[in-house]
């Protein structure tokens, strides 16, 4: 019997200096939901010899919606907040993440990880009355994705090719 692995062991960080050398940031603090839809892009077919269709996968555009708690002092929540305030579009809503893969053998203190450039999309902010202030937006995948190693510690991510 196998263990199961806790969310806690996939973590997101976001890269909150993207127009300079790379700060990355834990996406965590004031986030309770990160999962990453894969949006897969299929072709079906259906050849007239055939009796039944069949599908392929030809792609993916993976995103994440986010609910982010406000957490002033936080990062990554500064970061995405900023975007906010500026209504960013075009390139200043771009950044990247990487998601490191905690529950896999580490080489020193590098865990297994992909970088993957992002687009920051806002759906909404605010809340209702005796909620906290909280910001909704899309996390979308842009493009492929990198492999490497990322250090948790030292929050650098070193560069082994394209996944």
Known sequence: MSDEIPRNKYQTFINTAPKTTADYAELNDGVETGKI???????K???????NGSFSVTGYAPSMKITHIAKVGDDAYDFIASLLVARAIGSDAETDVVNVRLWETPQGNEYPAERQPVVIEFTSHASDGGKPYQIEYTISYNGD???GTFNPTSVEFTEDGVC
Do not use: L
């Open 45 to 51: 077919s259906h050849y007239i010899g055939n009796a």
């Open 145 to 147: 994705p990198v492999a």
């Open 37 to 43: 839809d894969m949006n897969a892009d299929t072709q």
